[in-house]
C-alpha cells in the first residue's frame, strides 16, 4: 500500500475489557514495530517484529501486552483487561530491513487512539 | 543508558525568522539519527537520517546537521505550514532496532 494503516483510528472501551488493535505496514517491509505515545510523554517502544517473530519484546510494559504478525505482513497488538493507564496513542510503523544497504527508516501509521474509562 | 533530550519544548517564530532546533543525545554507539515531522492528530512523518558526525541534509526550507553529541535542525525563513512538532531519534547498537525518542520541539510559525 501508499503508506502503513491501522485501525481502529479510535477506540473507547471499558476498564477490563480486551482490544485489539491493527497495523498494515507498507508492502514489502520486512520490519514491523509498535509505539506508545501518551500524553505529555514521548514515544515509548513496545516491541518489533522480523518477519513473523519478535526477537524484541522488552518495551511491553506488562504481561496484557502481546502482539502478533502473520504471513510477513499484518499484525495486531492486543491488551488484555485494559487500565486507564493504557490509554494512549499507539503507533505503528514498518521498514524496509536491518541493515543500512536495505534501510532501517521507519515510517509511521496515523496510530489508533486508545481510551479506557 | 540511551537519552535523548530536545530544545526548547516551544518555539514561536514569525514567518521568515529562521532558527534552530537542538537535540543532545547520549548513545552507546550511534546507529543513526532520525528527525520526523508530527502534526497534530497524526503519525510522525521521516524527514532526515543522519549516520555520522559531520552528516549534513537538506529538505526545502529544513536543514539537518550532527555532531559526536547533537543535532541541529535548522529551519530557514519558515512558513506557517512548517508548524508542527518535530521529534528526534537515535538507534543505537544497544537497543537493537528500537528508536529513542526526544519528547519534540513544538514549533508555531505566524505569518
Known amino acids: 500500500g501508499a503508506g502503513v494503516s491501522q485501525s481502529p483510528s479510535n477506540k473507547v472501551t471499558e476498564k477490563g475489557k480486551d482490544v485489539e488493535l491493527r497495523c498494515d505496514p507498507i508492502?514489502?517491509?520486512?520490519?514491523l514495530y509498535w509505539y506508545r505515545q501518551s500524553l505529555g510523554q514521548g514515544l515509548e517502544f513496545l516491541i518489533y517484529f522480523q518477519g513473523n517473530s519478535a526477537p524484541d519484546k522488552s518495551g511491553l510494559p506488562s504481561d496484557r501486552f502481546s502482539a502478533e504478525r502473520t504471513g510477513g505482513s499484518v499484525s495486531t497488538l492486543t491488551i488484555q483487561r485494559t487500565q486507564q493507564e493504557d490509554s494512549a496513542v499507539y503507533l505503528c510503523a514498518s521498514s524496509r530491513g536491518f541493515d543500512r544497504a536495505s534501510s532501517y527508516e521507519q515510517y509511521f501509521g496515523p496510530g489508533t487512539r486508545l481510551t479506557v474509562t | 543508558e540511551d537519552q535523548v533530550t530536545q530544545s526548547p519544548e516551544a518555539l514561536r517564530l514569525q514567518e521568515g525568522e529562521s532558527s534552530s532546533l537542538n537535540c543532545s543525545y547520549t548513545v552507546s554507539g550511534l546507529r543513526g539519527l532520525f528527525w520526523y515531522r508530527q502534526d497534530p492528530g497524526k503519525g510522525p512523518e521521516f524527514l532526515f537520517t543522519l549516520y555520522s558526525a559531520g552528516e549534513e541534509k537538506e529538505k526545502e526550507r529544513l536543514k539537518a546537521t550532527l555532531t559526536k553529541k547533537e543535532s541541529f535542525l535548522h529551519i530557514t525563513a519558515p512558513k506557517p505550514e512548517d508548524s508542527a512538532t518535530y521529534l528526534c531519534a537515535v538507534q543505537s547498537n544497544q537497543a537493537g532496532t528500537a528508536l529513542i525518542f526526544g519528547k519534540g520541539t513544538t514549533l508555531s510559525v505566524s505569518s
Open positions: 508492502s514489502g517491509h520486512t520490519a
